[in-house]
């Protein structure tokens, strides 16, 4: 079994950065794809950056402010310029094959809030 460990998070003025961190702890026998998602209430879970081994997928509305790193099982999204819309919970997520199975995992959620 993975779990997903997030850190990271706060409040924040607009303008300011942030950095969210998350790191995959278990039976790791290959990360497929991890990615950060994001959610505010009454709405869809939405992507915002997303790296597999082809390559990073961002949303339009993080391009040229977020950036996503990755060290092994250990996951970054380094956020700048931060908006007021960008206040949302953030979710790590990991596409892994573990010893025998393939499954996603899911981080217990961080609060960022952007706000002066």
């Known amino acids: 079994q993975v779990q997903m460990v997030q850190f990271g998070g706060g409040l924040v003025q607009p303008g300011e950065s942030l950095t969210l961190s998350c790191v995959a702890i278990g039976t790791i026998g290959r990360i497929n794809a991890m990615g950060w998602y994001r959610q505010v209430p009454g709405k869809e879970r939405e992507l915002v950056a997303r790296?597999?081994?082809?390559g990073t997928v961002y949303a339009d509305s993080v391009k040229g402010r977020f950036t996503l790193s990755r060290d092994n099982a250990a996951l970054y999204l380094q956020m700048n310029s931060l908006k007021p819309e960008d206040t949302a919970m953030y979710y790590c997520?990991?596409?892994?094959?573990?010893?025998?199975?393939?499954?996603?995992?899911w981080g217990q959620g961080t609060q960022v809030t952007v706000s002066s």
């Open positions: 790296g597999t081994s082809g």
């Open positions: 997520n990991a596409d892994i094959t573990g010893a025998t199975t393939r499954d996603v995992f």
